[in-house]
């Protein structure tokens, strides 16, 4: 049944609306894996990379309260946080060259909710902050959600914010805030966020004025196989057009604590997931399955599935371990290392611009 598909991969051929979602129906999961290592091979080779890394949430204070996450809270709400510049500053200085890491960090990944209080000011010092006190560290911060929502407060268009945040130290910024595209279910999903467009055109501009960024897909919840596929073509269409994204990360929905419920993702579609984009995403040059998500072991065994990155060493993570995250929240440098040799790929330490560090690891 996948025949004409596999010819089209193997003769380098772009797939079609239709092949994705004819691979989606399918349940022949090795061929699908076989046919998205093989075109992860020929893109990355053996090489499997990660990064050393930490996250911060700055606030879990969000005006939008999206359905599904267990993270936000609304302002004055048990168990309402929001972090001082002083104290991110505390979290960075904790992990860099600790026994955690072993190494210094390359990157942090800071994403948040949207604070009802806090003015555009406020993450530009917080971004010049780090930079100045650790100006080697790549700074990957705020979601297109989150851009979007700083121009509202800052009154300033959407490519004057960049620019801004751009001079005061990001560096890029990570994939988070696309969901899914469709209308229907993302008006029942998160009818206050902005919409899929609006989302694709931030990131427009992002790359306009020199900003890389991630993507990603939020699937296992409420979503149909044309509401996947459909995301995956929009993330295409803009990488033709602006080749801005670095990689593509499929998140899976995590059900504990949400307004919607529902069920943990399986380990077959997260697998298929990973294989499909691979294969979809032929302007794509990383598929990342981030372990936080996956788990430690789909994360492994999707590095035959197409994935070439499994992130990085976290250390903290709040948003899926509020929604029932199985996962630690931090791993070491060696545990990674492990995880990567032991699917007998090759780790690759890389920056974040997937610059390798280290590649004498076997
Ligand atoms: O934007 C929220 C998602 C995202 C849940 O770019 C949930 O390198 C699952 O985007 N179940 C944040 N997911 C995480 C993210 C990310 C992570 C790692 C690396 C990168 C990168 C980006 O998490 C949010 C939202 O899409 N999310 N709630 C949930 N219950
Ligand atoms: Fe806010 Fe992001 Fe959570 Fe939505 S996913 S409620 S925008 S923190």
Redesign the pocket.
Known sequence: MLGLIKDKVLSGQRLVEKDAIRLFQSDDIFTIGRLASYVAEKKNNKNAYFIINRHVNPT?I?I???K??A??RSKGEEGAYELTIEEIIEKLKDGHGSQVTGHGFSEVHIV???HPDWHFEYYLDMLSSIKKEFPHIAIKAF?A?EVDYMSKISGLSLEETLIALKKNGLDLMPG??AEIFSEGVRNKL?PE?ISGDRWLEVMEIAHRVGIKTNATMLYGHLEGIEDRVKHLLKLRDLQDKTGGFQAFIPLAYHPKNTEIGGFYSSGIDDLKTIAISRLVLDNFDHIKAYWIMLGEKISQVALLFGADDVDGTIIEEKITHSAGAMSEEGMTREELIYLIKKAGKVPVQRDAFYNPIDRGLM
Do not use: D, P
Request: hydrophobic share 20%; glycine share 22%.
């Open positions: 879990n969000c939008n309260r999206c599904f996450c993270f936000s948040g909710g949207l979601t959600v988070g805030g998160c966020k």
